[in-house]
């Protein structure tokens, strides 16, 4: 039960009419706005440029992070691994971006982890061949859908 004084989570969704895109110039201006609405809604648009993304993927505002890591998720590894050492506490949100580096991968639950997430994961970790086979025959079950990559890892090592 939440408290009378907390404030609701916040929750982001695209209306069925999308805003209008703003253009370069707009977005340009609204990325260094000190106004988190404005680099919200840059987060927001789709197409952005690599140096945009790279920008948002900073932001001193979680919610703009947690917007472009949402909407864009094919953010380069680099990004992403300067993202997690600027905000570790964005890895939860990282981890379903396509190119996530290994920090993010280890908590991404293991049900929504992919075939190529797996395969990242065990070349990242340097797992023996047959500790991998073990770990790609652990089936998705309701038990460990939630189990994160991490954990899982720990309860097949040795």
Do not use: W
């Not at 993304?53 to 953010?75: F, G, K, Q, S």
């Amino acid at each position: 039960m939440m408290d009378d004084d907390s404030p609701p989570a916040p929750v982001y969704r695209r209306s069925s009419a999308p805003s209008p895109r703003l253009t370069a110039e707009m977005r340009a201006t609204c990325v260094a706005s000190s106004v988190r609405e404005q680099r919200a809604e840059v987060a927001l648009q789709p197409d952005l440029t690599l140096e945009l993304i790279a920008r948002l993927v900073l932001d001193e505002n979680e919610d703009v992070r947690h917007m472009v890591n949402n909407i864009h998720r094919d953010i380069p590894s680099a990004l992403l691994e300067a993202a997690l050492a600027n905000h570790p506490e964005d890895a939860h949100s990282i981890a379903f971006q396509e190119e996530a580096p290994l920090a993010a991968l280890r908590v991404k639950p293991f049900n929504f982890a992919t075939r190529a997430d797996i395969e990242r994961y065990l070349l990242a970790t340097a797992a023996d061949p047959d500790l991998a086979r073990k770990f790609r025959s652990i089936p998705k079950t309701s038990s460990n859908a939630m189990v994160t990559l991490g954990e899982l890892m720990t309860s097949v090592r040795p």
